[in-house]
């Protein structure tokens, strides 16, 4: 209840209880001064939907951890999400979600998840966000947040600045676009191809996202920063050429001119052993460029000049 107490054109809207109980009542208070209308807006909880993929499956509303538990009402969840906005028939469903043959009963169970999942999605909201779509079933993300849409938003404004050379703000943004990644993609969910294959073109975008992070650092002058990040990424990843590329310039730029040819011999061996091939001509020429101190070749071999 409110004490409202008017006084010619002056109205106060008072909560009757203490300790701002009667705040959280409050729905609405529209008092009318002479043809004016002011409004206090209602408080209403954030209800938007977060898909967290990049990492362990989340799904939280205002706050409120709502990721399923069971591993089969999960991994529903991840076939629908790897694929959201298209019709996921029911019989692919079935397949995946009992990988071998699906019991007779497969066709009610899933009706039965997809019950559950509803039940657990749609809150106070009317419109459920899963729609009966013969021959299966569509997962509308339209409005709410997914972090693999989050990433590649800020990945795709990096980019811009990175080629626009405004090298600190494209840090930035890359920086931003990584930190959302908790672990692999959908981690704990059992295996499905759909699953698989989004996982590998986002863990593609991932490091591709973190060379041009780095050719930003580099940009910067933060050469000494990314040694050590970079013999990580080299343990993680031996056969991927830009990083041994980046760690070949940054040696250079911090004096160790003889680390940076070893590392390329490193990388020779290592392509020539497991592939059975020669480095590429960008790391070619960055070996090129450090034997002959030649700042200018360095930069024709695909790495980003620095800003001074």
């Known amino acids: 209840m409110l004490h409202v107490i008017a006084r010619k054109s002056l109205i106060i809207c008072r909560p009757q209880t203490r300790g701002g109980r009667g705040i959280r009542n409050l729905v609405e208070c529209v008092p009318c001064i002479r043809g004016v209308v002011v409004s206090l807006s209602p408080l209403v909880a954030d209800q938007t939907l977060h898909y967290a993929l990049l990492g362990r499956l989340r799904v939280s509303r205002g706050g409120a951890d709502l990721t399923p538990e069971p591993p089969k009402l999960a991994k529903l969840l991840a076939l629908l999400l790897v694929r959201a906005g298209e019709t996921v028939p029911g019989e692919k469903l079935m397949a995946e979600l009992w990988e071998r043959e699906p019991p007779r009963c497969a066709s009610t169970s899933l009706r039965v998840y997809v ?118 990424l080299l343990v993680q990843h031996p056969l991927r050429e830009p990083f041994y590329r980046q760690l070949m310039v940054a040696l250079y730029r911090a004096g160790r001119q003889g680390d940076a040819l070893q590392m390329y011999r490193r990388a020779r061996r290592v392509l020539k052993e497991e592939l059975g091939v020669e480095p590429g001509p960008a790391l070619r020429l960055a070996q090129e460029a450090i034997l002959r101190a030649d700042p200018e070749r360095l930069q024709a071999s695909g790495m980003t000049p620095s800003v001074h």
Do not use: M
């Open 115 to 232: 019950s559950q999942l509803r039940k657990l999605l749609n809150g106070d909201q009317q419109a459920s966000p899963i729609v009966t779509t013969p021959p299966g079933y569509i997962l509308n993300v339209s409005g709410a947040v997914t972090d693999s849409h989050e990433f590649e938003t800020l990945y795709s404004r990096g980019r811009e600045q990175y080629f626009a050379a405004d090298f600190q703000h494209a840090s930035d943004l890359l920086h931003r676009a990584l930190s959302l990644w908790r672990g692999p993609v959908l981690e704990g969910i059992p295996g499905s191809l759909d699953i698989e294959s989004f996982a590998a073109v986002q863990e593609e975008k991932r490091l591709n996202c973190t060379e041009l992070s780095i050719d930003s650092s580099l940009a910067l002058d933060r050469h000494h920063e990314v040694c050590e990040q970079l013999k990580g």
